[in-house]
């Protein structure tokens, strides 16, 4: 049975639990597990935490609720980013997430129980291995509101291929599991919440059985090559930094918080 988290916060949660070589890191934001800076410093520090420990096999990464898995960035922050210094700095807070993951000395195992979008799927690409229920289709709307999934990208495209990912920057339409599985961006679709809680379990306990040294060194093998992440997502966050703060972005985004 998956460890139980704390309540989630009207300001957003973090919380980690290790327990027999598992470290369980749970998010979340009221907000449809809405991504704000505070949430992204959180997860990233936290996922540096256990994923440093000689003590942790594996790392169960997973958000609250049974609604959404993540909606991505906070359209609250995203509406009061007053310069593109401040732009810069809240997109490197996915970047701060997404090289904490793939840096894990750890694999990380993602329970996607709902929807994914934007910076929800780059947490999905940036798994070692994801594993989603059924309705956890999947979307990049960021250039409906006049950016670009710019820092999520190296990881989608590397995950997806550059091709799967061009069509999802381009066209925001849904993206079903049987698509997300076909490209990569989920090992396996479950049919329901049980089934997939189920194999998350088992499947983190034989990581976790299985030799550390040996995981360790496919992790490595998985994502050799992105030693130059670091400079390439912060010149990323700061292009998203930079064109948040256009007219047509700020009327799109207000226009997509009315509904």
Not at 103 to 120: C, D, L, N, Q
Not at 236 to 244: D, E, I, N, Y
Request: charged content about 20%; hydrophobic content about 45%; aromatic content about 6%.
């Amino acid at each position: 049975m998956l460890p139980q988290h704390g309540p989630l916060q009207v300001d957003g949660s973090v919380s980690s639990i290790v327990s027999d070589g598992i470290a369980d890191v749970c998010f979340g934001h009221p907000k449809s597990n809405s991504l704000p800076a505070s949430v992204l410093r959180a997860l990233a520090e936290q996922i540096t935490q256990v994923g440093s420990r000689d003590d942790v096999r594996v790392v169960v990464l997973r958000s609250y609720g049974s609604g959404a898995f993540c909606a991505g960035a906070s359209f609250d922050e995203l509406a009061s980013i007053p310069d593109a210094a401040a732009g810069k700095e809240f997109f490197m807070g996915f970047a701060r997430v997404i090289l904490a993951m793939i840096r894990s000395r750890a694999p990380i195992v993602t329970r996607v129980h709902g929807k994914a979008v934007g910076g929800g799927v780059g947490i999905v690409a940036a798994s070692d291995y994801a594993l989603a229920v059924d309705k956890a289709s999947l979307r990049l709307s960021e250039l409906a509101v006049g950016i670009g999934p710019f820092v999520v990208g190296p990881a989608i495209e590397r995950k997806a291929g550059a091709g799967a990912f061009g069509a999802m920057a381009l066209d925001a339409e849904w993206r079903d599991t049987a698509w997300a599985e076909r490209h990569g961006l989920y090992a396996r679709v479950l049919e329901n919440l049980n089934a997939l809680d189920s194999v998350v379990e088992s499947f983190a306990r034989r990581l976790a059985s299985s030799n550390p040294e040996a995981t360790a060194m496919i992790k490595r093998a998985t994502w050799a090559g992105t030693e130059h992440w670091a400079a390439l997502l912060e010149e990323r966050a700061a292009t998203s930094g930079r064109l948040v703060l256009s007219d047509y972005t700020k009327r799109a985004i207000e226009a997509f918080s009315r509904g």
